[in-house]
């Protein structure tokens, strides 16, 4: 079968560093994608990424490697307003994006 | 400015009822989905229409019913509601399913629909 992997929840301080990681098992694979989703709104995108390594966007990375299944998101100098879900989602070689559940990220003062 | 619309917002209904969500994209996007998020926060594809044809069905119940009036366009109807129903739906569109390194999906603003 198909499925992503991320963690559930995870917490971290204000001003501080995360990183969020997904593994994924997909039929194919046509590039990998971030989404953020606040609380009772819809999913944002954040990143995509289809070649091996990092790309950055202001406080924001995402990692890629696609021999291991694996990526992150890294976000830096955090703030109250990161506090969110995110959301990992694998494009298959059908074009399907399959959908991790998303982690909870809470931020703390 | 919307780019992603959907009405209405918030949706309470009777089980056993025929409702319509309808959603609308002005990004000029050949693709458009729907998706149910349930209340462990999975969203899973329900239909993806590309130039008015299904390209995507899961396995939906076929009390669901996608309908795409036009390109910009793709409403969801819903028959004899059933309490597994409730849940949030989001639509979304995308330039082009193909070119994936365009296909970033932008999202409606969701549909809370609550069956009693």
């Known amino acids: 079968g198909q499925n992503i992997d991320q963690p559930t929840e995870m917490t971290a301080t204000e001003g501080a560093i995360v990183q969020i990681n997904c593994t994924y098992q997909?039929?194919?694979?046509?590039?990998l994608f971030w989404y953020q989703q606040h609380a009772g709104e819809a999913p944002t995108f954040l990143s995509y990424?289809?070649l091996d390594g990092l790309e950055e966007k202001g406080r924001f990375s995402s990692f890629l490697s696609r021999s291991k299944g694996y990526s992150y998101l890294l976000l830096k100098e955090l703030q109250m307003k990161d506090s969110a879900s995110y959301l990992c989602?694998?494009?298959?070689?059908?074009?399907?994006?399959?959908w991790g559940a998303g982690t909870k990220l809470i931020i703390k003062p | 400015d919307t780019a992603v619309s959907q009405t209405p917002k918030y949706l309470v209904t009777q089980m056993g009822n025929d409702k319509s969500i309808k959603c609308e994209q002005n990004?000029?996007?050949?693709?458009m989905y729907w998706y149910k998020q349930d209340s462990k926060k999975f969203l899973k594809i329900m239909f993806s229409?590309?130039?008015?044809?299904?390209?995507i069905n899961e396995t939906v119940p076929n009390r669901f019913s996608p309908k795409s009036p036009d390109k910009a366009h793709l409403n969801l109807h819903i028959n004899s509601l059933e309490l597994g129903d409730s849940a949030v739906y989001f639509c979304?569109?995308?330039?082009?399913?193909?070119?994936?390194?365009?296909?970033?999906?932008?999202f409606g603003p969701g549909t809370r629909l609550t069956v009693l």
């Open positions: 997909t039929s194919g694979f046509n590039g």
């Open positions: 979304a569109s995308s330039s082009d399913i193909r070119e994936a390194h365009t296909d970033t999906q932008y």
């Open positions: 990004l000029g996007h050949d693709t």
């Open positions: 990424n289809v």
């Open positions: 989602a694998v494009m298959n070689s059908n074009y399907q994006l399959i």
């Open positions: 229409y590309n130039n008015k044809e299904l390209i």
